[in-house]
């Protein structure tokens, strides 16, 4: 009896293993193909991305490189993040795929709209990045610089840059999302949550000096959002514990 259970939980794992390799596989296929689609377009991909510098930079002066492969690495390099950044919902759909059947049914109907909930927040926090910080950010590295000193930023380093900034936003508008989380496990209390704001309003603006360039505009513009994303996670999760005591009540 215990040969035939191990070599039925051998049989599982194994049979899991290859589930997930299947997953991987269809999951770097459909990024190269959208990397493929998009390599052709990688100069004007990053035309696109660099546009708030640029029309930040002093009359007369460009973007250099400064590394002799840095005109075709740079580029290749943003079209496959680009290529990830754009597959990251069929990504999900994959991990959905090989988790929901070890999910009970309230288990789905909490974790699926978490997920989705969680893209459209990562997208938005990259949009803010986009088109709110960097102009205002950019715009004060070119005004700021000492007379006589030539603003000309390195390509390669500016998309390392904007790649950390586009992924610093995105995850600190996953706030609201942990917030629910965590009151939804019982980890935390909605009530003490909100009387550790102060704290939360510090810690805002410390993870926004961290993380961000050295410049107030831009620990600000993170700052923020992440302390009102926080307010807006304190509001789903007093609904969620609501409709959750209603539940339990009937």
């Known amino acids: 009896m215990m040969k035939q259970n191990n070599a039925e939980q051998k049989q599982s794992l194994s049979s899991h293993l290859l589930e997930l390799r299947r997953r991987l596989l269809r999951i770097v ?3 190269l193909l959208v990397f493929l689609g998009l390599f052709a377009f990688a100069n004007d991909l990053y035309t696109l991305i660099a546009t708030p510098l640029l029309e930040a930079l002093p009359e007369g002066s460009q973007m250099i490189a400064t590394d002799v492969a840095s005109p075709f690495l740079t580029p290749f390099k ?3 993040v680009a290529a990830v950044f754009i597959a990251v919902p069929y990504i999900l759909f994959e991990i959905w795929g090989f988790i929901a059947p070890g999910l009970f049914r309230q288990e789905k109907r909490i974790v699926a709209p978490i997920m989705l909930l ?3 927040l990562f997208y938005l926090g990259v949009a803010f990045a986009y088109f709110a910080v960097f102009p205002l950010m950019f715009a004060f590295f070119s005004a700021a610089g000492p007379l006589g000193v030539s603003y000309t930023p390195d390509i390669a380093r500016f ?3 904007v790649l950390k900034l586009f992924f610093t936003f995105g995850v600190a508008f996953e706030i609201p999302i942990v917030t629910v989380v965590l009151v939804y496990l019982g980890a935390v209390n909605v009530n003490t949550l909100a009387q550790k704001r102060p704290y939360v309003i510090v810690l805002c603006f ?3 000096a961290l993380l961000t360039p050295p410049d107030p505009i831009s620990q600000c513009l993170m700052a923020i959002p992440m302390w009102l994303l926080f307010e807006l996670g304190l509001v789903f999760a007093r609904l969620i514990r609501k409709r959750s005591t209603a ?3 009937g």
């Open 29 to 31: 296929f459909v990024v």
């Open 159 to 161: 998309l390392d840059t």
């Open 206 to 208: 410390v993870v926004g």
């Open 247 to 249: 539940l339990a009540a």
């Open 118 to 120: 969680s893209v459209v």
């Open 78 to 80: 943003l079209a496959l």
